[in-house]
C-alpha cells in the first residue's frame, strides 16, 4: 500500500510540476490538459486517473503556492522581536515571493469557495482554505502584538485590517512586478523605492498619532 502510494505521488507531483511550467509559458487558460499529457509524457487517460481536471491541478498548485508563503510569513514573523522589523521582513518576503514564484503569487490571489460544510468538497479545497486561515491567523497576532505595544491603534478591527493589508501588500507587490517599467519612466523612481514609499505609507494608516511622527 506505501509503495502504491509512493508512486502515485510520484506521478501526481511529476505531472504538477510540468503543469507549473506550462502555465508560466502559455498561461493557465490557454495550457490544456492534452498540453500537459503530452509534454508530461502520459496519455490523457492516464492524466485523469491523477486528476479530475485541469482545475483540480491549478488547485494543488495553489495549495503547494500557499504554504511556501505561509511558511515565509512565519520567518519573517519569527525572526526578529521587533515589530517594525517584522512588518518589513514579512512586506520583504512577499516581494522575494512575487519575484521568485510569479506564476505562485498570482495563483494565491485567485478567489477560493469552498463550502466546509459540504461533504462533497474536495480535499484540497478545505487544505487550502485552512493554510489560509493560518496565514491570516499569523497576521492577526503581529498586528494584537502591536496594540498591547501602543504602536498600532487599538480601534483597528483586526480581521478586516489583516484582509486590509493582506490584499494591499499583495496588489502593490503585483503591480510593481508587472509595471515596473513604467514606475520608472513616469515616477522616476525605481521599483525598490516604490515599494518602500507604498509600505510606509500602508503602515502609517494603522500607526498611533505620536508614533508616526517618531
Known amino acids: 500500500m506505501g509503495r502504491k502510494k509512493e508512486l502515485a505521488d510520484f506521478h501526481r507531483d511529476s505531472i ?3 503543469a507549473e511550467t506550462l502555465f ?3 498561461g493557465i487558460e490557454k495550457t490544456t490538459m492534452n498540453d500537459i499529457a503530452r509534454v508530461a509524457q502520459y496519455s490523457k487517460a492516464t492524466l485523469y486517473v491523477y486528476f479530475e481536471n485541469k482545475e483540480e491541478i491549478v488547485n494543488c498548485i495553489i495549495l503547494k503556492s500557499m504554504k511556501m508563503l505561509y511558511d515565509r510569513i512565519q520567518r519573517a514573523i ?3 522581536n521587533d515589530l517594525f522589523a517584522k512588518y518589513y521582513g514579512i512586506c520583504n518576503e512577499l516581494t522575494c515571493y512575487c519575484d521568485e514564484y510569479p506564476l505562485y503569487f498570482e495563483t494565491v490571489l485567485q478567489e477560493i469557495n469552498v463550502d466546509l460544510k459540504n461533504q462533497n468538497t474536495p480535499p484540497v479545497f478545505k487544505d487550502i482554505f485552512e493554510v489560509g486561515e493560518q496565514i491570516n491567523e499569523e497576521l492577526a497576532v503581529f ?4 496594540i498591547d505595544q501602543g504602536i ?3 480601534d ?3 480581521p478586516q485590517v489583516v484582509f486590509i493589508f493582506w490584499s494591499s501588500l499583495s496588489g502593490i ?3 510593481a512586478y508587472k509595471k515596473q517599467k513604467y514606475i520608472e519612466q513616469a515616477m522616476g523612481v525605481t521599483k525598490q523605492d516604490f515599494l518602500k514609499y507604498s509600505f510606509d505609507t500602508l503602515l502609517r494608516s494603522i500607526l498611533m498619532e505620536e ?3 517618531a
Open 173 to 175: 507587490i503585483n503591480m
Open 211 to 213: 508614533k508616526k511622527n
Open 78 to 80: 519569527k525572526k526578529d
Open 24 to 26: 508560466e509559458i502559455k
Open 152 to 154: 498600532f491603534r487599538p
Open 156 to 158: 483597528l478591527q483586526i
Open 143 to 146: 498586528f494584537h502584538d502591536g
Open 16 to 18: 504538477i510540476e510540468v
